[in-house]
């Protein structure tokens, strides 16, 4: 049997018997956009960029997440592509802020890479600024798209009036680059002025008219070229509010905000505020916009509410994008004046995430997600009438003092609800490998992709939540493992036909439940790496939530291997027994000859895992249904588990790459009996023709040169695809295809 050709899925909670070496690679190739130069442009305008990735080949579309950002492959004035190069344009009503561009391969659509759309006109640093002496000059209301190089500190020269007030603002991990910027304004001999470490702007008004020099470098002096920015410099009146460069969302945020809920607030926190005699009155329900600041500010609000009334408390500022731990503590005040009696009735603080992430140093024992969040989420029972108080603060805020640490406080009745996030799901191996990649939803023909879903309950909720895709490319369907009510954690499977020709969509994602007799829908986001973490013990996972749901399927590449059981509804009594036949599809070789299958599904999870031959075409899987105890009704469940394939990457290239190699030669043979034959003819040519023979021969010669280049260069390639092409053991989660299983009542005896 060759060697596969075959998708990469996404997870697996336990590596099986089927290893056979401690040195396994994880998970397939998915293509992966890794930087663009520059990171954004001015919108109405156009920018040619440069891309670079991973498992790119054939790349042949650069698309956006909105329909107003579009790009053409670069031509050279030969009309010839020019590699990696696109050319970019910008609609005029392209909304600012930051937009996903990603690639369609040969293996799909690729991972994300943020691109910016702004107002202002736009740089690109295009040499070396590591000094003062060439420090790159700025316009006041500019933005410059830059990398930066390890172990130095980039220059930037800008010209300011006395007076005027300037502010420096540098996006970098908030665009999805690796670099932690340290900001400096200094006086044009390099002096410095003002200095953000903590990833901050500077607020800057210039003491004379002259010169100023902003030096930006990376925390630890790193850099290359996953290390860019933007860096904004923008001209602001005294007291206008400049909002920090666009960035994107944490996971966290997708949790925000509750459904309805007006974009301003109603009410804004008023200072003084922070002692219990200056506590600012409201009545309940509230929504105030408030700011952690000063440093070490508490802000303290007073209310009256009755006994037995329930509240529910939220508040946003972490998840706002601020770096605030927010927690409020609400007493009872009783007594006079003078000596009043504070009675604590509830400390809130953060939402915990809806499933364990990871904590485990040695291997992942949970996602490298967290979909909690350090901002509020909780109940208010008041016990006793009367006055009551509520102070929140910011729990790391004692040295902070940046007025845009920002938080929403919103109080409420019970307004049950949900939010949903999903992500591709990660492996953890008992040999201590511990990967965090990106995995774009690119399938191969016969692959069924695992999500993990996970809910974050508002107000009381626990009802069940049903999960779908639509939109969907054809020969792709979803299969929406649901989430059991009480719970906070479901499997959406998307399988690719093996027949199922090339195709994208932008998908729609979205849980459905039952509230109060009504049916509620809302859209489940989708989180990300930011960067493909092979290693995690080197490099910290970066996470984030995505603008859409790309969908892709490739028509290039195989599943290792499929199994599905038959199409139809499997029916069984509860309490009895169902054996379910699987038919196996097998596309390469393996390492071991069995994988281990657990099962994905509520009401099934508790099946016992059982072993099913990967060097034979079926297999069976038999349910106990007295041992689950499963109750009557309809459920879908897929058979997962991990197995170790001989992939090799892109073979039919070593076809392509020995034609190629075949053309150079015969064009080089060509060219070599021209360039000899025009060499006598030029040997024996009459003086008055000489002079033109002789230049026809070199520019033979030249010819045949070149020839000999083009197939130095085709071997290498060969070369390349076929190393490239050797079988080589990766280990990857295997899916069934999605089972439905109807189980009816017990027949009465």
């Not at 926190?269 to 600041?293: M, R, V, W, Y």
């Not at 007025?403 to 949903?420: H, T």
């Not at 990300?528 to 028509?555: C, E, F």
Request: charged residues 20%; hydrophobic residues 40%; contains cysteine.
């Amino acid at each position: 049997m060759k060697a596969c050709v075959f998708a990469a899925t996404l997870v697996l909670v336990g590596l099986t018997s089927s290893m056979s070496s401690l040195a396994q690679s994880v998970c397939l190739p998915s293509p992966r956009l890794l930087t663009t130069m520059p990171m954004g442009g001015q919108v109405g305008g156009q920018v040619e960029i440069k891309i670079t990735g991973d498992n790119i080949d054939d790349a042949d579309t650069l698309m956006f997440s909105h329909p107003a950002i579009t790009a053409k492959p670069k031509l050279d004035a030969a009309g010839k592509l020019v590699a990696n190069t696109f050319v970019v344009s910008i609609g005029e009503k392209c909304p600012l802020g930051v937009h996903e561009a990603r690639l369609l391969t040969r293996l799909g659509v690729s991972s994300s890479r943020v691109f910016n759309v702004g107002a202002m006109p736009e740089v690109t640093q295009s040499a070396p600024n590591t000094s003062l002496k060439t420090a790159l000059d700025l316009q006041v209301n500019s933005t410059c798209n830059a990398v930066m190089t390890r172990q130095a500190i980039d220059y930037y020269r800008f010209h300011a009036a006395k007076g005027k007030r300037i502010v420096v603002d540098c996006a970098a991990e908030g665009i999805d680059s690796k670099l932690k910027p340290v900001l400096i304004v200094a006086d044009a001999e390099g002096a410095d002025l003002m200095v953000e470490r903590r990833g901050g702007a500077i607020d800057f008004v210039a003491p004379a008219t002259a010169d100023y020099v902003i030096k930006v470098h990376e925390l630890t002096y790193n850099g290359g070229a996953q290390y860019f920015y933007r860096l904004a410099v923008q001209e602001a009146a005294a007291g206008q509010v400049v909002p920090r460069l666009p960035s994107t969302s944490s996971v966290s945020s997708f949790s925000w905000p509750p459904p309805g809920l007006p974009a301003a607030a109603e009410k804004a926190e008023t200072e003084p505020n922070n002692k219990h005699a200056e506590a600012q009155q409201i009545t309940l329900p509230c929504d105030i916009a408030g700011s952690f600041f000063p440093a070490a500010d508490v802000d303290t609000f007073q209310f009256t509410a009755k006994k037995g009334d329930v509240w529910w408390v939220e508040v946003a500022s972490e998840r706002l994008g601020r770096p605030t731990d927010p927690s409020i503590v609400v007493q009872h005040i009783s007594g006079p004046a003078n000596a009043e009696q504070r009675t604590d009735v509830v400390e809130l603080s953060d939402i915990p995430s809806p499933v364990k992430v990871s904590s485990n140093g040695y291997s992942y024992d949970g996602p490298p997600y967290n979909a909690g969040s350090t901002d509020v989420l909780g109940k208010l029972e008041i016990k006793e009438d009367g006055v009551h108080r509520l102070q929140i603060r910011d729990l790391f805020g004692g040295t902070r003092k940046d007025p845009q640490n920002i938080y929403r406080l919103v109080i409420r009745k019970a307004a049950p609800d949900f939010a949903l996030v999903g992500w591709a799901l990660h492996m953890n191996l008992r040999n201590g490998d511990r990967n965090a990649l990106s995995k774009p939803i690119a399938l191969r023909g016969g692959a069924t992709m695992p999500i993990e879903v996970v809910v974050v309950r508002r107000d009381g909720f626990a009802g069940e939540i049903a999960l779908s895709m639509a939109d969907l490319p054809p020969g792709v369907t979803a299969t929406g493992l649901n989430i059991p009510a009480g719970q906070s954690r479901g499997i959406m499977l998307v399988t690719a036909d093996p027949a199922a020709p090339r195709g994208l969509s932008s998908a729609k994602f979205f849980g459905r439940a039952t509230i109060d007799g009504k049916t509620v829908e809302h859209p489940c986001r989708l989180a990300s790496m930011k960067w493909p973490v092979p290693d995690a013990s080197q490099q910290i996972p970066s996470p984030r939530l995505l603008a859409d749901v790309p969908v892709s399927v490739s028509d290039a590449e195989l599943a290792p291997i499929t199994i599905a059981a038959e199409k139809r509804v499997w029916e069984v009594a509860a309490g009895e027994k169902l054996t379910i036949p699987l038919k196996h599809t097998r596309r390469c070789e393996f390492s071991g000859s069995t994988i281990n299958l657990r099962t994905y599904g509520p009401g099934f999870t508790g099946t016992p895992a059982f072993d099913a031959a990967l060097d034979a075409d079926a297999s069976s899987a038999t349910i106990d249904l007295a041992a689950l105890k499963t109750p009557p009704g309809e459920y879908s469940i897929a058979f997962y588990g991990s197995a170790v394939a001989k992939y090799r990457y892109n073979p039919t290239a070593i076809a392509v790459a020995k034609l190629a190699l075949q053309t150079a030669e015969k064009n080089l043979a060509a060219s070599a009996g021209e360039a000899k034959r025009l060499a006598d003819v030029a040997k024996t040519a009459a003086e008055d023709v000489k002079a033109a023979a002789e230049q026809a021969a070199a520019s033979a010669a030249a010819k045949q040169k070149a020839a000999a280049a083009n197939v130095a260069t085709a071997k290498k390639n060969l070369q390349t695809a076929t190393a490239k092409s050797q079988p080589k053991d990766i280990v990857d989660i295997v899916v069934s295809t999605p089972i439905t299983i109807r189980v009816k009542p017990a027949e009465k005896k």
